[in-house]
């Protein structure tokens, strides 16, 4: 009887516990920032690369804005549930590239956030410019809902 009960609970722990688990924070998909910024990223591979493309909302040349390339990286060790990551985008339209890094969370309401900070690096004119070359800030993105969804 002791030995049926025990099994019994095991096994309803065994079918519990997938349920239990965290929620994994996943890169791959369509982003929007507070600017409006789109990004796609690709599916991360094994080692935790992935590539993408950027459609930014804003710039800072005065020239016309074309989707841009992504190439990043996600942290795999320990398989975390809220992974960190940092990707390079090398814009098309101008001289200038972008790092981001961040971190994948879900949100007090279980959906995934992006929180990041990113340096945009400006080519200037010699290295007596240098000083000025460089912006920082943040952004956050959301997963772009389709209207299907
Ligand atoms: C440029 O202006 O030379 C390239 C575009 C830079 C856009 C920046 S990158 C950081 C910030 N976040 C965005 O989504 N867009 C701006």
Known sequence: MVQATSF??????????????????MLTGRWINDLGSNMTIGAVNNKGEFIGSYLTAVTASSNEIRMSPLHGMQNIINKKSEPT????????????????????????????????????????????????ATMVGNNVFTRLRTRKE
């Open 85 to 132: 990551f940092g990707f390079t985008v090398n814009w098309s339209f101008s001289e200038s590239t972008t790092v981001f890094t961040g971190q994948c969370f879900i949100d007090k309401n279980g959906k995934e956030v992006l929180k990041t900070m990113w340096l945009l690096r400006s080519n200037v004119d010699g290295i007596d410019n240098d000083w000025k």
């Open 8 to 25: 019994l609970l095991l096994l309803s722990l065994a079918l519990l516990a997938p349920g239990l688990s965290a929620k994994q924070c």
